[in-house]
């Protein structure tokens, strides 16, 4: 099969596109044939290994101390069983799927296999693999945070990072769950954010929501470079921040301002549970939700997809197009 393979750490370059083994499903497993990925941020952070916290030991260990270790970037996918081990029950062949793959990556390649406790769901009927594929990562993150929460019909949320992948779709749930919305954005995405629910909009360029004297029940910083103690300000009583990239630093206030106020910050990896992926699929199948998807790209063009995420303006998510030339 052919896959983008990762060698060494670096620029976008060191993603050179190959031959792999094609994998064989396990007993537990399914052999899903992917047609569609994404290129998170995540992913150009791994790549490139610039990480400046006290998270640098730990990781550097668990991708590889000298080279990486995990040879085949991709967080999530959209494809077909094309074969299942003996003891799968819930998946057959031909089954159309969509799945996050979580800390383990894979997903820029022809195929993958997945085991099927695994946060494998059957794909929405009224979206492409294309569309399916930038709903796990983005969906899961964005519905783990606003449910830690705990978001009331009626209450104000600032959603700070309104246009990424996890910000798309933080929009649109809280707006399902009822919430006053405000979104904050970059100065070309207004239309964005509005045609995706939201009531208000603030471009951060020219206004800063910490100071312009409104207060929110919860702020939900998706990108992590939300202003800590302005937005535990502009909190009311008992509001909730939630962090899903957070510093050590927001780690270390976040505990103290939790501790010694009404006020909770709430930062943590998210979990990817299976039936968080069949209540989105469930909201994304009545219309109540969708993706966003900025750019396309095919499976060799990965290290141009990743030079256009590392510029830190895409709205929504960038998607790769698997072909697949012998079927």
Request: charged share 25%; hydrophobic share 40%; net charge neutral.
């Amino acid at each position: 099969m052919k896959a983008i393979i990762w060698t060494k750490y670096g620029p976008p370059d060191v993603l050179q596109l190959k031959e792999a083994v094609k994998p064989t499903p396990r007993d537990n497993e399914v052999l899903i044939k992917i047609y569609a990925t994404t290129v998170e941020t995540g992913d150009c952070e791994a790549r490139r290994f610039k990480i400046h916290n006290y998270l640098w030991l730990p990781l550097r260990l668990y991708f590889g101390l000298i080279r990486p270790r995990i040879k085949i970037l991709g967080q999530q996918l959209a494809g077909k069983v094309e074969s299942v081990g003996k003891d799968v029950r819930l998946f057959k062949e031909g089954d159309q799927v969509f799945a996050p793959i979580g800390a383990g990556f894979g997903a820029y390649a022809e195929y993958k296999c997945m085991p099927e406790e695994a946060s494998v769901v059957i794909k929405p009927d009224n979206m492409s693999y294309e569309e399916a594929a930038a709903v796990p990562v983005g969906g899961l993150n964005a519905l783990h945070f606003l449910s830690k929460g705990n978001i009331q019909r009626g209450e104000k949320v600032l959603i700070y990072g309104s246009t990424g992948s996890i910000g798309t779709f933080a929009v649109q749930l809280a707006k399902v769950f009822g919430a006053d919305v405000t979104a904050v954005y970059g100065p070309t995405n207004f239309e964005l954010v509005k045609s995706l629910g939201a009531d208000k909009v603030i471009d951060y360029t020219k206004e800063d929501f910490t100071i312009n004297g409104e207060t929110y029940d919860v702020i939900f910083d998706t990108i992590g470079k939300s202003p800590f103690s302005g937005s535990v300000r502009s909190l009311n009583q008992n509001g909730r921040y939630l962090l899903a990239n957070p510093t050590f630093s927001d780690q270390v206030q976040g505990l103290w301002t939790s501790m010694t106020s009404s006020k909770n910050v709430i930062l943590e990896l998210a979990s990817y549970r299976t039936e968080d992926l069949i209540f989105l699929k469930e909201l994304i199948e009545a219309g109540e939700i969708k993706s966003v998807i900025d750019r396309c790209y095919r499976l060799e063009q990965i290290p141009e997809a990743h030079r256009y995420v590392e510029k830190g303006h895409k709205k929504g998510n960038v998607v790769i197009s698997v072909e697949h030339n012998n079927t």
